[in-house]
């Protein structure tokens, strides 16, 4: 072997002593050691700053708790300068900086969590709260429709249902009936055993309009607790609207005695409307012509009044007063026209719609007193006609304040939906 050489050229295998052997195996370990040293340190490191970020992100958590949005934003924004790959962190960030009212900077901490992951409910949630907050109404939907159907971590039913309801408190804001119905609906088939929910859909579905679909979510309540109070009192109200007044006193008076609610009390004043109302009604079944007829003569009567009582609130003369010959000084006013001298004479202002009114309400009243009607039982029909013409006419300038003008215009309305 060449003098200083410890490899052999031949055998390739190290020619070396034993203190030679014993410091190559030393170096070999040290990097050993080295390296796992290294990795613990950098793995104690990295656990120290997650515990870190995991504090701060507490300390965000508790001050969201205390109402405290702008100390959260900036103890997230520190757990985040620990870990900022967390997309936990980042989603907290941005809601925090949406109940600040610092929108747009939540939109692009949501956007980019978005990009990733387009599926989340939660995010799009999120997304769909800040454009309606933005006034964007078009993405503000579209937003909460992909939260409707995205992925929920936990409790994806209770979620979905809580994020459509949301999504129908929107609509009603900006008035959008329809679609905020067709929600409800959606709620209703797919939460069909949850009492709550059924009481909530009921009474948003009566604020607009839809009595049958109402009385169909309070009925699913009534079959699991038939004393539910707030179910009794909302198949009430639609009843009511439907135009079933003995099936309306019949729910009310039970809500009412399951209470014992105060004269004054909201539903004491829906048990009075009903009962006036089925008093009233002159459609009523196995009425005998007489009471029809009295009933159709009291709507007369009680049409005319609310013209009299409208008219006067707005300074209206109902009677016309006779026309006064004008004297022959201010007869005219002179005028050339085509080279002849003409007179002006001003023309009389337009009669007023209540005058009109009133003035056909005189040329019917004859016929229609309560023995005119129960001699001539055909002009029932027309009678209560007119009776519903002034209702509409009056029901925006002059609405109905007592008892018996808010039942009437009850009946009315409930004809005038029926009819085609």
Not at 379 to 385: G, H, I, L, Q, Y
Not at 395 to 420: F, V
């Amino acid at each position: 072997m060449p003098e200083g050489s410890y490899w052999c050229p031949s055998c390739s295998k190290l020619n070396a002593t034993p203190g030679v052997r014993l410091v190559f195996i030393f170096f070999v370990f040290v990097i050993i050691a080295g390296f796992g040293v290294t990795k613990a340190y950098v793995s104690y490191l990295r656990g120290l700053e997650s515990s870190l970020a995991h504090r701060w992100f507490q300390r965000g958590e508790e001050a969201i708790v205390k109402g405290y949005p702008s100390v959260a934003i900036d103890d997230y924004r520190n757990a985040l300068g620990y870990d900022g790959a967390d997309q936990q962190y980042q989603l907290r960030l941005a809601e925090a900086l949406m109940k600040e009212g610092r929108l747009t900077e939540a939109r692009a901490y949501l956007l980019t969590l978005w990009s990733k992951d387009p599926a989340n409910a939660e995010l799009n949630l999120d997304l769909g709260r800040v454009y309606s907050a933005l006034n964007k109404p078009e993405l503000a939907v579209r937003s909460y429709r992909a939260a409707i159907d995205g992925v929920w971590s936990s409790d994806p039913l209770q979620r979905r249902t809580d994020a459509r309801m949301e999504l129908v408190q929107y609509l009603l804001q900006n008035g959008d009936k329809a679609r905020a119905s067709a929600e409800l609906i959606a709620i209703q088939a797919e939460s069909p055993d949850d009492p709550a929910v059924s009481l909530k859909v009921g009474n948003l579905l009566l604020e607009l309009g839809e009595n049958s679909r109402a009385a169909k979510s309070f009925d699913a309540v009534l079959k699991e607790s038939p004393k539910n109070v707030d179910a009794l009192s909302g198949v009430g109200q639609a009843a009511l609207g439907l135009g079933d007044y003995p099936k309306a006193v019949r729910l009310l008076s039970k809500a009412d005695d399951l209470t014992g609610s105060k004269p004054d009390s909201p539903e004491a004043d829906k048990l009075a409307l009903a009962r006036q109302a089925y008093d009233a009604d002159p459609y009523l079944r196995n009425l005998t012509v007489a009471q029809r007829a009295n009933r159709v003569a009291a709507a007369f009567d009680l049409a005319m009044n609310l013209l009299r009582s409208c008219a006067s609130q707005q300074n209206v003369t109902l009677s016309p007063e006779p026309a006064v010959a004008p004297r022959k000084s201010n007869t005219a006013l002179p005028s050339k026209q085509n080279g002849y001298v003409t007179s002006i004479v001003p023309q009389a202002a337009a009669p007023n719609s209540l005058q009109l009114l009133y003035d056909s309400a005189a040329q019917k009243a004859p016929a229609a007193r309560a023995e005119a009607l129960r001699s001539n039982p055909d002009a029932m029909s027309p009678t209560m006609d007119f009776v519903f013409e002034v209702m509409r006419a009056t029901e925006n300038t002059c609405p109905p304040k007592n008892l018996d003008e808010r039942a009437l215009q009850l009946i009315a309305r409930h004809e005038g939906e029926s009819q085609p």
